[in-house]
């Protein structure tokens, strides 16, 4: 089980960024797709996430600005990221629900992306 993330970079206050969650070695369903990010010096917090039914969830810093979406199976999801603001400087990280034929579930992180959003 793996996720890779990218799309991460340095970019300036008001502008956009796409990051992408590939997942691959998953044999069973992903439920649920979740964004989460750390700054330096804070907790983990979640940005986003997404269902295989096809909804999604939103932190209020990221309503308006965010759009999460992804491939029906969620192999693939991304985070389309607009308005950044140097607040939104961390890296970022996506989490796999994924449902197991015993009916628990587990869970696979990815290694991160770094957004920095600076003048």
């Known amino acids: 089980v793996q996720l890779v993330e990218s799309g991460g970079d340095l970019v300036q206050p008001g502008e956009s960024l796409r990051l992408s969650c590939v997942a691959s070695?998953?044999?069973?369903?992903?439920?649920?797709m979740r964004w989460h990010r750390q700054a330096p010096g804070k907790q983990r917090e979640l940005v986003a996430s997404?269902?295989?039914?096809?909804?999604?969830d939103y932190a209020e810093f990221a309503k308006g600005r965010f759009i999460v979406s992804g491939d029906n199976a969620l192999n693939t999801v991304y985070l389309q990221m607009n308005s950044l603001q140097p607040d939104d400087t961390a890296v970022y990280y996506c989490?796999?629900?994924?449902?197991?034929?015993?009916?628990?579930?587990?869970?696979?992180w990815g290694q991160g992306t770094q957004v920095t959003v600076s003048e």
């Open positions: 989490e796999a629900i994924i449902g197991l034929s015993s009916g628990d579930y587990s869970t696979a």
């Open positions: 070695g998953i044999i069973d369903p992903i439920y649920v």
């Open positions: 997404i269902a295989a039914i096809g909804s999604t």
